[in-house]
């Protein structure tokens, strides 16, 4: 039986005051189902939906029945329906499923948000596609953050070629939804803002690029889009960060991330002007990154962030979920050993299996803000020319123990 060790945490970092600890991935109640030309998976670890793509997941206690919620983002499949590699963009829906447990057995309650899908709707500025659901908790309140998009049509200001799909996907936005209970979300009792949450300051791209920005704009981290939100409270002065993801073409495309910061969870929000999660490296390579998830530990006193490397230039090897900390939120920097976790996971029975896309992390954290439990986006196999819902959201077990 192979026994794969996937992340050490705090242990290395600069803070050595106190007993070392590491965190180490446990196995996950799954059963896989060949179909096709696909690797479907059913158990307790894993939430998928019949004839839906399930992407993102985002879970939390509710304080008012100690239930689990799990807020997650579909998109229905079949042959009739676009390929995954569009229909994130051309349809995607926020719902809603309960567990007794932080640990998996969630069951599906319904869509909460954009329950049309597909259908053509550009009555608001996110009436099209919804995803990268992020819920907090903050002050008895409830917030789930997003982002959304709407097609601006053909006679937008275009420069060069863009289709539908590639109008809405350089059209997204950031958003929020707010809530006193679960409950009053299921019954529709929420409050949603007319206008977006946060907005893109510069769109600076060479060619086809939707409202480009005057030629000479120096380009900000919230270039072109804004996407991937995750919200944490600062407790040396209680102010709110929002990190976010953009795109810049430096020359090719690059994921980017920046930070913005309130007095409210729902804002308004300012943008800092400065990159967040930027290692440094002497050969000049550039970080190419998304999904940031950031989190607080109290007793350590620093922020730690977990997200999606491209390049493997912050795990120092492969692609695949990598870590960085901070005092302040908004310098980072990478500690000496920087992996998080393979594109992979370990079944009860002792199989290791390798992943082509495990993304969207978000952890649910004890009382003592350490990490309990991954929930990532996950696909066995390739999927953007797929249409036959094969992705799910799994939810791994961590396990805290001393060195």
């Given amino acids: ?216 704009t120096i380009v900000k981290p919230d270039n072109i889009i804004m996407v991937n939100p995750t919200v944490v409270n600062r407790p040396s002065d209680k102010k709110y960060l929002l990190f976010f993801k953009g795109n810049v073409y430096d020359p090719t495309w690059r994921g980017v991330h920046g930070v913005a910061v309130s007095d409210n969870p729902d804002g308004p929000f300012i943008v800092m002007d400065d990159y967040v999660f930027e290692p440094k490296d002497q050969k000049g390579q550039k970080l190419s990154a998304e999904d940031p998830f950031v989190w607080y530990h109290r007793k350590d006193k620093l922020f730690y962030a977990i997200f999606k490397d491209f390049t493997g230039l912050c795990t120092r090897g492969q692609p695949g979920l990598a870590l960085m900390y901070s005092t302040d939120g908004f310098h980072w920097e990478l500690p000496k050993e920087s992996l998080f976790m393979k594109k992979e996971f370990l079944l009860k029975n002792g199989d290791h299996v390798a992943v082509d896309r495990l993304e969207r992390p978000q952890l649910f954290l004890d009382e003592s803000d350490d990490p309990i439990v991954l929930y990532a986006a996950c696909s066995i196999t390739p999927l953007n020319k797929k249409r036959d819902g094969s992705s799910f959201n799994i939810q791994i077990p961590i396990r805290k123990s001393k060195l």
């Fill in 1 to 216: 039986m192979m026994k794969i060790v996937y992340m050490s945490l705090i242990c290395f970092f600069v803070v050595e005051a106190w007993g070392q600890n590491k965190y180490e991935a446990e196995a996950v109640d799954l059963s896989l189902i060949p179909k096709d030309n696909s690797i479907f998976a059913t158990g307790f670890s894993g939430f998928s939906l019949e004839n839906h793509f399930v992407w993102c997941g985002s879970a939390i206690r509710a304080v008012e029945d100690g239930k689990y919620y799990l807020f997650y983002s579909a998109m229905d499949a079949g042959p009739q329906y676009p390929a995954f590699g569009e229909a994130w963009l051309l349809g995607s829906k926020i719902g809603v499923a309960v567990s007794d447990s932080p640990h998996g057995g969630y069951r599906n309650i319904g869509f909460v948000y954009n329950k049309d899908g597909y259908t053509p709707d550009t009555s608001t500025w996110d009436a099209q596609t919804v995803s990268n659901t992020h819920i907090k908790l903050f002050n008895g309140k409830y917030y789930l953050y997003y982002c959304g998009s709407v097609d601006p049509g053909e006679n937008a200001c275009i420069k060069g070629k863009l289709s539908r799909s590639q109008r809405i996907q350089q059209n997204q936005k950031l958003g929020v939804l707010s809530f006193n209970t679960i409950r009053e979300l299921l019954e529709g009792k929420y409050t949603c803002h007319v206008e977006p949450l946060l907005i893109p300051r510069t769109r600076v791209k060479a060619d086809n690029i939707l409202n480009p920005s005057p030629e000479g």
